[in-house]
């Protein structure tokens, strides 16, 4: 009986033990993530097109992908307001956006965007979109034009948002 007392409270501290290697790895593993999220520079940009006015933020993270903010102000439709979440591939930043409407702030939208980098420029592409089983993306074959476009990113200075 007593070598069976003894056999459970082995097995018992031995789990304990496990559970708090586990714990140390899962935070291990969300401080790595952390570091990899850290902003290391940030970049503003403005275009203006016609009475429309787009004010873009981006954000390299320490992991080489791309956040940020965009605020799109196009005459005759609601403001837009979102986050951008992408990547670099070349010289071509493709990103979701996911973005409220100012009069609708009960449905979130999401699109594809693809900006081509050329000097100190951004350029917004016009590609071909496609939704299937309710995602949106850039079709894969089909080229994005940079040359006819609307909106064209200078450099900007960055404007910090006021709290609400």
């Known amino acids: 009986m007593k070598k069976l007392v003894i056999s459970c409270l082995l097995l018992s501290?031995?789990?304990l033990q496990s559970c708090k290697n586990d714990e140390k790895q899962k935070k291990e593993a969300e401080a790595a993530q952390a570091e990899a999220e850290k902003v290391v520079s940030t970049e503003c940009y403005k275009a203006v097109y016609e009475k429309?006015?787009?004010?873009?933020k981006l954000n390299t993270l320490?992991?080489?992908?791309?956040?940020g903010?965009?605020?799109?102000?196009?005459?005759?439709?609601?403001?837009?307001?979102?986050?951008?979440k992408g990547e670099f591939k070349g010289d071509t930043l493709f990103v979701d956006y996911t973005f409220k409407e100012k009069t609708n702030k009960n449905q979130t939208f999401k699109n594809p965007m693809a900006f081509l980098k050329r000097d100190n420029q951004l350029i917004l592409g016009n590609g071909t979109m496609q939704t299937t089983m309710g995602v949106t993306y850039l079709v894969k074959d089909k080229p994005i034009d940079?040359?006819?476009?609307?909106?064209?990113?200078?450099t900007s200075e960055c404007v910090e948002k006021a709290q609400n």
């Open 146 to 154: 940079f040359d006819r476009v609307k909106y064209k990113f200078s």
């Open 52 to 56: 429309d006015t787009i004010d873009l």
């Open 69 to 84: 903010d965009m605020v799109m102000k196009v005459a005759n439709a609601p403001e837009k307001i979102g986050e951008l």
């Open 62 to 67: 320490k992991n080489g992908k791309i956040g």
């Open 13 to 15: 501290l031995i789990g």
